[in-house]
């Protein structure tokens, strides 16, 4: 198995909700040849345990499962997502650990998905999921159930999750099968209040924007190529930056109250 650990900087301004004083940050703007209406591209929901990671100033530690992580164009996507997210947030350590879940379908993914989690102790898992279900012809409701188990688990392991829904291609489009499972994905994140990154709109989009049509951002064998894998990477960075800008900033420990010391008899003020 591959493994791909990248350390990066995250922003301060995920850390505390406001700028750090003297510095100046800003949300993540995609490149040109990646940009697509918000509306199509994601929704946001809270990052809790991401932003408590920041705010104690730990490392956050990021699993992003789903694709392969075989040598090729698609390896590049973790270090793509680093200079995402490295470009529009510096200043606080970040892990990155990819591993591929190459061919594996949402149940069987479920099992080495609590075993990648023990190893990588994750805050956050960005998740890409839904695409071989779809070509494998998985039942829908099968598909939903099983995702609904395991962003279930993670959570309540607290451990923020970001979904990533399936590939489009003109070739699906009007696949009733495939865009069931492109809605159980959509319905798993509303459900359990967790950001979702909308891959299926957002390459619709940037395919019907190119006179080339899809053909500039998808490759061989139904896998996105380096320019796809860059839009994804910063969408993805896009989807975790807002989420994060608009989680609330958990309410600071309680001091307790210092004791004093009683005082002795010759200490004591003559009254």
């Known amino acids: 198995m591959n493994r791909s650990v990248l350390i990066l900087c995250f922003g301060s301004l995920l850390a505390s ?7 100046e940050t800003t949300m993540p703007v995609p490149s040109v040849e990646c940009q697509v209406p918000g509306s199509q591209l ?3 929901a809270g990052l809790a345990a991401s932003k408590s990671a920041l705010l104690e100033r730990k490392v956050l530690r990021i699993l992003a499962i789903g694709g392969s992580s075989a040598p090729g164009a698609s390896a590049s996507y973790p270090v793509k997502l680093e200079s995402a997210l490295e470009h529009a947030m510096p200043h606080v350590d970040v892990v990155i650990d990819h591993r591929g879940l190459p061919g594996e379908i949402a149940s069987g993914a479920a099992e080495r998905l609590r075993t990648l989690v023990a190893d990588a ?3 956050l898992v960005v998740w890409q999921v839904g695409t071989h279900d779809a070509i494998a012809r998985v039942d829908p409701a099968a598909f939903v159930e ?3 188990e395991s962003v279930t688990w993670l959570k309540s ?3 923020d999750v970001v979904l990533v829904d399936p590939l489009y291609t003109a070739s699906v489009a009007a696949d009733a099968d495939y865009n069931r499972i492109v ?3 959509r319905d798993v994140a509303t459900r359990e209040s967790v950001p979702l990154v909308r891959r299926f709109e957002a390459l619709r989009y940037l395919a ?3 006179e080339k049509g899809e053909s500039h951002i998808l490759g061989r064998q139904f896998r996105l190529n380096d320019l796809g894998l860059r839009c994804m990477a910063e969408h993805v960075a896009l989807t975790i930056s807002v989420s994060l800008a608009r989680t609330p900033t958990p ?9 004093t010391p009683a005082q002795s008899g010759a200490q004591r003020t003559p009254g």
Do not use: C, K
């Open 17 to 23: 909700g406001l700028p750090a004083a003297g510095q």
């Open 42 to 44: 994601y929704t946001v």
């Open 121 to 123: 102790e994750p805050d």
């Open 146 to 148: 099983a995702l609904d």
């Open 157 to 159: 392991h607290g451990i």
């Open 183 to 185: 809605d159980g994905v």
């Open 208 to 210: 019907g924007r190119n």
């Open 251 to 259: 309410p600071a420990a309680p001091v307790p109250p210092r004791e």
